[in-house]
């Protein structure tokens, strides 16, 4: 898979215990060495819990030290779930799952964080780079149909509809 350029995501939580994250860690850094293409992929979320807050502080400077391209994705938590406890007080309901509690997304402003959900990738898309410093070097683009909205969109209502048409909702039935 490596020497074919092959894309490899591996989703990642402040949630993770300790060994789950240290052996997804490894192996995205030991993929990359090969010559693979390893994508940190971020389940992301805002905090109020101080070791929820520090573990995923953990996983985005790892990101950023490490020069990886990567992706996030917004958890989103329903009211009854016990983890919606821990999480800041200045959310929003998702405009389609009313019950679902989210942030948008947190780290736009983090340059690694350039990927979205695979769920809003163009048909055409291709990742021909496994670190951010190339990918800047060279083909400094974001390979997007649109993206989910950030912590900010939403907190100024600047999300568009188009943010939430993509194939998690919109699936097909083949004939």
Same mark, same amino acid.
């Given at each position: 898979l490596a020497n074919n350029k092959t894309e490899i995501r591996v989703s990642l939580s402040a949630l993770d215990t300790k060994s789950q994250l240290e052996k997804r860690l490894k192996f995205l850094i030991e993929y990359k060495n090969m010559g693979g293409i390893s994508v940190p992929y971020l389940m992301s979320s805002k905090y109020k819990n101080n070791i929820l807050k520090s573990n995923q502080e953990y996983i985005i400077n790892y990101? +950023?030290? @490490?020069?990886?391209?990567a992706g996030e994705h917004p958890l989103r938590i329903e009211k009854d779930n016990p983890l919606f406890s821990e999480l800041d007080n200045d959310g929003f309901y998702h405009p389609l799952y009313k019950n679902q509690y989210w942030f948008g997304r947190i780290l736009n402003n983090i340059e690694n964080f350039v990927l979205p959900p695979p769920t809003h990738l163009r048909e055409d898309y291709s990742l021909k780079?496994?670190?951010?410093?190339?990918?800047? @070097?060279?083909?400094?683009?974001?390979?997007t149909?649109?993206?989910?909205?950030?912590?900010?969109?939403?907190?100024?209502?600047?999300?568009?509809?188009? +943010?939430?048409?993509?194939?998690a909702y919109n699936t097909k039935k083949y004939k």
């Open positions: 990101i +950023m030290e @490490n020069n990886f391209i780079f496994n670190n951010l410093t190339d990918y800047q @070097n060279k083909f400094n683009k974001i390979f149909k649109n993206n989910l909205p950030t912590y900010y969109e939403l907190k100024e209502n600047k999300y568009t509809k188009e +943010m939430f048409d993509h194939a």
